[in-house]
């Protein structure tokens, strides 16, 4: 069984990615400690030096991942600032910028870094297209999961048993277990 430490603060990520990592023998352990984090507009440089920096000052494996929900109709945005706006704006803010739009597609993406101490980071990404609700559906999920719409669900209301098999950092994950591999 491999041992990975996952670095993040967030309950909802880390039970999602335990579930799945453990289906595959893979022992997960949180860190809340968090890591700097790069201010940039892609998801991917962040990932790859949170995991290089986590590897180095925990000294064992380490996984990060780095989600943002893009929205066509705002120019991409919250994206890699989604953790920020949901925390300071919520869905409902969000809900009411999307008032006007008639195009609602979105893409929920994952960036899972992995990094081995001493080692270069590896990133994996993953996303899913769907489109923003008219208004928060569902009690399942965290974050935006109840107004991100996948084939006429929220990812609020599939559960996660369902979300984890069709989810930007299911897909994400799955790449990484073919490198893995």
Same mark, same amino acid.
């Given at each position: $069984?491999?041992?990975i @430490? +996952?670095?993040?603060?967030? !309950?909802? #990520?880390?039970?999602?990615v #335990?579930?799945?990592?453990e289906?595959? *023998? %893979? ?6 400690d968090?890591? /700097? ?7 991917? /440089?962040?990932a790859a030096y949170?995991a290089?920096?986590?590897? &180095?000052?925990?000294? $064992? /494996?380490? $996984?990060?991942? *780095?989600?943002?929900?893009?929205? =066509? ?5 919250p994206?890699?600032y989604?953790a ?7 869905? !409902? =803010?969000?809900?009411?910028? $999307? ?8 893409? +929920?993406?994952?960036v %899972?870094?992995?990094c081995?101490?001493?080692?270069e /980071?590896?990133?994996f990404?993953?996303? @899913?297209g769907?489109? %923003?609700s008219? &208004?928060?559906r569902g009690?399942?999920g965290?974050?935006?999961?109840p %107004?991100?719409?996948?084939?006429? =669900? ?6 996660? &048993?369902? #979300?984890? =098999?069709?989810?930007?950092r299911?897909?994400?994950?799955? #790449?990484?277990?073919e490198?893995?591999?």
């Amino acid at each position: $069984m491999h041992k990975i @430490v +996952f670095v993040t603060g967030n !309950k909802g #990520k880390f039970g999602e990615v #335990k579930e799945i990592l453990e289906a595959k *023998d %893979i022992e997960v352990i949180q860190n809340r400690d968090g890591y /700097p984090e790069l201010q940039e507009d892609d998801l991917e /440089p962040i990932a790859a030096y949170g995991a290089k920096w986590a590897s &180095e000052k925990l000294g $064992m /494996p380490v $996984m990060v991942d *780095d989600s943002g929900l893009f929205i =066509k109709a705002l120019n991409g945005f919250p994206g890699p600032y989604s953790a920020f706006v949901e925390e300071n704006l919520g869905n !409902k =803010k969000v809900l009411r910028l $999307m008032e006007d739009e008639k195009d609602r597609s979105a893409t +929920f993406k994952s960036v %899972i870094g992995y990094c081995e101490p001493g080692g270069e /980071p590896e990133v994996f990404t993953g996303t @899913v297209g769907g489109n %923003i609700s008219f &208004e928060e559906r569902g009690t399942g999920g965290f974050g935006y999961d109840p %107004i991100f719409d996948y084939n006429g =669900k929220t990812f609020g209301e599939l559960g996660n &048993e369902e #979300k984890n =098999k069709v989810s930007h950092r299911r897909r994400a994950l799955d #790449k990484f277990f073919e490198w893995l591999d």
